[in-house]
């Protein structure tokens, strides 16, 4: 079974800033499509945070992060990132990557169509 790996996660306090990282096995990354970060709150499902073509031509704030949360990715090193600035205690949440196949991904982020998925990581945010 393949999983995607994040980077760890941490904690900061509000207004700060923190990145994540996670790694796609190369033997996959030419295969995808699309590559995507989700976070999950507690007590709350799991939602899309920001979604990105592999050839970077199209990018979707699925959440209402815009301005505040940047996706991108480095296909040299089979990485997506995700920049996440001004953070605000409801930020605090378990945040997945995730990959799928399909040249085409709704920009509303649905977890169908995808195939692969990280084990998540913690991302804290102290008011």
Excluded at 41 to 64: F, L
Excluded at 74 to 86: E, G, I, P, T
Aim: glycine letters at 10%; aromatic letters at 12%; charged letters at 15%.
């Amino acid at each position: 079974q393949v999983h995607l790996q994040e980077s760890v996660g941490g904690s900061v306090q509000a207004g700060g800033s923190l990145s994540l990282s996670c790694t796609v096995p190369p033997f996959i990354y030419g295969t995808l499509g699309y590559l995507a970060w989700f976070r999950q709150a507690p007590e709350k499902q799991r939602e899309g945070v920001a979604a990105m073509s592999t050839d970077a031509a199209n990018i979707y704030n699925c959440d209402d992060v815009k301005g505040r949360f940047t996706i991108s990715l480095d296909s040299d090193k089979n990485q997506v990132y995700l920049q996440m600035n001004n953070m605000k205690p409801e930020d605090t949440a378990v945040y997945y990557c995730a990959a799928g196949h399909d040249t085409f991904y709704d920009r509303l982020c649905p977890e169908m169509g995808l195939n692969y998925w990280g084990q998540g990581t913690q991302v804290t945010v102290s008011s």
